[in-house]
């Protein structure tokens, strides 16, 4: 999967339904596409997803999101809501990191849980079974260089 395929199904989310802060319907259309997708691209889309994330992982970035930046979880979920928001708004935002989201409502958790539940949904696997390792950490403070 490149990068173009990856933005393209991150385009499946539902704005709407992130804007108002309903995660788990944002996400399902995303979940629903790509578990049609081979196993290897939804290992492929894990990892990529992990790459957007570690490059928004920052001390510039935490600062930048204002209520979600002190807590790592809450950073995390914050940098997803940024990936949720499309390849455009996530450029924007590692090209200016004051348009980090400001509130706690602005979050996309559930981003994280995508490429399982949709191996799940078409494996008929429990998602908890997904095996899946990307080669970067998505965790919170995990790119050291930017944390410096």
Known sequence: MDQTTFWSLIDR???GALNAGDEDAAVAPLIDELSRCPEQEMHEFEDILAQQLYDLDGHIY????????PSGDAFLYARCYVVGCGRDHYDAVKANPTLMPKSLDQWCESLLYVASRAWAAATGNNEEDWE????????????????K
Do not use: Q
Not at 62 to 69: K, M, P, T, V
Not at 132 to 147: C, D, L, M, P, R
């Open 132 to 147: 899946h390792f990307t080669g970067v950490s998505y965790e919170t403070g995990s790119n050291k260089a930017k944390w």
């Open 13 to 15: 989310i539902d704005r």
């Open 62 to 69: 935490a600062e930048a999101a204002d209520e979600s930046g």
